[in-house]
């Protein structure tokens, strides 16, 4: 592999909380590997993770005991807050699926809201706030009658015992008063003597799990993808750097950056290292690796390619991945049309420079390569490295876990 992208690992950083876009700032939600409770008999044999639009994550994992092994697999998903404020909100949604073997499971959703470090869930419930799949928007101030809807959707809380009601007041989550007053009348525009919801900093605690055996001395092929956060923007991609060190037009196929962040390091969980492990980063125009140096938001990365690509052996991560996206600004085109998958390969194989053309280079035999269908049948194109693609017969690839 390029020493230069050897590098990337060498700048994985944590990285968690408020990235700062151009005009505002949002919350970057770090996301990524699935963790379960330590357990040391669980061989994590091979982990294929293509960081994409959407992440997709393919492990084999083997226990090495020799009786079952049966636990709870979690996947967090970071906390979102506040979930009500005064603008309009959407919450994230990562669209997490996973399976087992190849048979999808629908896992379970556990989700809580915290308010001042109370837990204030059932109270949502009552009101009929399904927060983690559709959160109270209220429109900001001056658009609309904020105080009217907040005393409407407190009905049920104001149906609860006094000494409950008590509490909520002291915890701050509702009150009485005018919230809202017309211009022209100065008249409050709800009734200012019932308790009615205040806007505070409501926090999202979310996890999707399900249990998850694992028999002995067998290997288990678990896939599980989902829709990462991004920032655009938050690095940004200065003109500058862009023109002059690696040559392309900002102003035509790279208008923008979007950036996210991947956990890999509850991987330590599981017994370690992982044995072998295979990254992609793939944009639709281009990707990176950056990482945070300080707080005065100074990065380093490594020179935009097409994609990249990383292989390692007995790789035991101690840090995150902090990665960016090329995009345009083409909506309809968003999102990369094909995702490339990790094969193996049956070879030798011939790779080619067009299908049917002439002989570029031969894969080994039980090569790990990213691929993905070309546009003429029956031929795939091989990633090579970050700047060579070639192409296979599909013949000579089996998909992982296979």
């Known amino acids: 592999m390029k020493k230069t992208i050897l590098f990337i690992f060498a700048m994985l950083i944590v990285f968690v909380g408020t990235a700062r876009t151009n005009d505002t700032s949002s919350i970057l939600l770090p996301t990524g590997e699935i963790r379960f409770d330590k357990q040391p008999s669980i061989l994590l044999k091979h982990e294929a993770l293509l960081l994409s639009d959407t992440v997709t994550v393919d492990y084999l994992f083997e226990n090495t005991a020799d009786t079952p092994v049966e636990t709870t697999v979690f996947f967090p998903v970071p906390t979102v807050g506040p979930i009500i404020d005064g603008y309009v909100h959407d919450l994230h949604d990562f669209k997490f699926r996973?399976?087992?073997?190849?048979?999808?499971?629908?896992?379970?959703l556990s989700h809580q809201i915290i308010?001042?470090?109370?837990?204030?869930?059932?109270?949502?419930?009552?009101?009929?706030?399904?927060?983690?799949?559709?959160?109270?928007?209220?429109?900001?101030?001056?658009?609309?009658?904020?105080?009217?809807?907040?005393?409407?959707?407190?009905?049920?809380?104001?149906?609860?015992?006094?000494?409950?009601?008590?509490r909520l007041k002291q915890l701050g989550m509702i009150a009485k008063g005018c919230w809202q007053k017309d211009e022209?009348?100065?008249?409050?525009?709800?009734?200012p003597d019932v308790y009615h919801l205040v806007w505070g900093d409501y926090q999202q605690e979310?996890?999707?799990y399900w249990t998850q055996t694992f028999p002995p001395h067998q290997t288990i092929h678990i896939r599980h993808e989902y829709k990462p956060s991004f920032v655009e923007n938050s690095i940004g991609a200065p003109r500058k750097f862009v023109q002059e060190i690696i040559g392309w037009d900002y102003e035509k196929p790279h208008e923008y950056w979007n950036e996210a962040s991947y956990i890999i390091t509850t991987a330590n969980n599981w017994q370690t290292p992982i044995k072998q492990f295979n990254l992609l980063i793939w944009g639709q125009t281009g990707a990176a690796v950056s990482a945070y140096k300080d707080e005065q938001t100074s990065y380093t990365r490594v020179a935009p390619k097409n994609y990249l690509l990383e292989t390692k052996q007995d790789f035991v991560p101690s840090q995150e991945i902090l990665f960016e996206l090329a995009h345009t600004c083409d909506y309809a085109k968003r999102e990369p049309s094909i995702l490339p998958q990790l094969y193996r390969v049956d070879g030798p194989a011939r790779v080619r420079s067009i299908p049917n053309g002439r002989k570029i280079t031969t894969l080994e035999n039980g090569r790990y390569v990213w691929a993905y269908p070309s546009d003429t049948k029956d031929w795939f194109v091989v990633l090579l490295d970050e700047k060579t693609t070639g192409y296979t017969y599909r013949t000579n690839l089996i998909p992982f876990g296979n």
């Open 98 to 108: 996973v399976w087992s073997n190849g048979t999808e499971i629908i896992p379970s």
């Open 115 to 166: 308010f001042h470090g109370t837990d204030v869930t059932k109270y949502f419930d009552l009101m009929g706030i399904d927060s983690y799949l559709k959160p109270l928007t209220l429109q900001p101030f001056g658009e609309g009658n904020n105080g009217l809807e907040l005393e409407k959707v407190s009905a049920p809380l104001r149906k609860l015992p006094k000494a409950e009601q008590k």
């Open 184 to 191: 022209a009348t100065n008249k409050c525009m709800h009734n």
């Open 206 to 208: 979310a996890i999707y």
